[in-house]
């Protein structure tokens, strides 16, 4: 069983496309998280939301939107892809805000997005 | 300057060596420090984490953080190939909470060679 899983793995697209990456968590976790990496291995944290509400919004631009239907799912729309949108996008999530927890982040595998 | 410095390597050593690998911070309310391993096309996955100064063992793995330097590393003890992977240096201002933004460093890629 896989407990953070996104789809889809690999993405090729034009420029000026717009795509969507979707992810689902099953550890019952309560905070997901949207994160890109660079092609020099560079994590940047973009969007987090707890309980389907947003409470991280780096700045990114206004292309990408993500989307919390339940505290299970977090999915990310980028308008107009740009050749700098290349990078592998890594969904994310991690125990809430109430009781002890490491602290640790479960990452998924990755949705790695090739922009033409 | 980013907030996490990381030296990207490559690094490459002989099975069995000692590894020490090291990350630098500026934020000095950083107080929650972790290594996440990452191999080749997976995602991270935490490999130890601490809290506040000292060190922590687990194996071969030890992790040290002293916050007056602002430098936290991580050792291997009698590297094996299977430890091959890149290595990212995060750290958070609290270890729990869902508010907690944890920032990572650049990763360092280790290759060990059998």
């Known amino acids: 069983d896989t407990a953070v899983s996104q789809t889809p793995k690999y993405l090729v697209t034009q420029m000026g496309n717009d795509k969507s990456i979707k992810c689902e968590q099953n550890?019952?976790?309560?905070?997901m998280y949207w994160y890109k990496q660079d092609s020099k291995k560079f994590l940047k944290i973009m969007f987090s939301?707890?309980?389907?509400?947003?409470?991280i919004n780096e700045t990114v631009p206004n292309r990408f939107s993500p989307k919390s239907p339940d505290k299970a799912h977090l999915n990310l729309h980028i308008n107009s892809l740009e050749l700098g949108d290349s990078a592998v996008y890594f969904c994310?999530?991690?125990?809430?805000?109430?009781?002890?927890?490491?602290?640790?982040?479960?990452f998924g595998e990755g949705s790695r997005l090739t922009v033409l | 300057q980013k907030e996490v410095e990381q030296d990207p390597g490559p690094l490459s050593v002989p099975e069995g060596a000692i590894v020490s690998l090291n990350c630098t911070y500026s934020?000095?309310?950083?107080?929650?420090f972790m290594w996440y391993r990452q191999y080749s096309r997976k995602g991270p996955e935490l490999l130890m984490y601490?809290?506040?100064?000292g060190n922590k063992e687990d194996g071969r793995f030890t992790a040290q953080v002293d916050k007056s330097s602002k430098y936290i590393s991580l050792f291997i003890r009698d590297s094996q190939p299977s430890d091959s992977a890149t290595y990212l240096c995060?750290?958070?201002?609290?270890?729990?909470?869902?508010?907690?933004?944890?920032?990572f460093g650049t990763g360092t890629k280790l290759q060990v060679i059998p």
């Open positions: 994310a999530s991690r125990p809430g805000l109430a009781g002890p927890s490491t602290g640790e982040l479960f």
């Open positions: 550890l019952g976790h309560d905070t």
């Open positions: 939301y707890n309980n389907k509400e947003l409470i």
């Open positions: 934020n000095s309310a950083f107080q929650y």
């Open positions: 601490t809290y506040s100064s």
């Open positions: 995060a750290m958070s201002l609290r270890p729990h909470g869902g508010y907690q933004k944890v920032t």
